[in-house]
């Protein structure tokens, strides 16, 4: 049995461990995190060599994107005119 820290939370485990066992056993999509193993951020391609042993310390953190713009407090209007500014080459033209 090992204990490791992951995420500040002490998890223990039968043995040694391959990072992306114990990530699939998370169901976690390995293409999908960022993997910290005892202060050193792995890249991707270094997560199939990496196994975790007693007294580790992980951080996994998920790739969180999209998300929306808040909608703007005025309708936006199709016409560009409104936008223009004097004096920044514009003709003044209707």
Known sequence: MIALQVNG???????????????????????????????????????????LGDGDQVEIVRMVGGGQAPAPSTPLSPDPSPLRREGAGSTNAP
Do not use: C, F, W
């Open 9 to 51: 939370k002490r998890v223990e485990l039968e043995g040694p461990t391959p990072l992306l066992t114990y990530l699939d056993q998370l169901g976690v999509n390995p293409r999908a995190v960022a993997v910290e193993h005892n202060g050193e951020i792995l890249e991707r391609a270094a997560y199939e060599s990496v196994t």
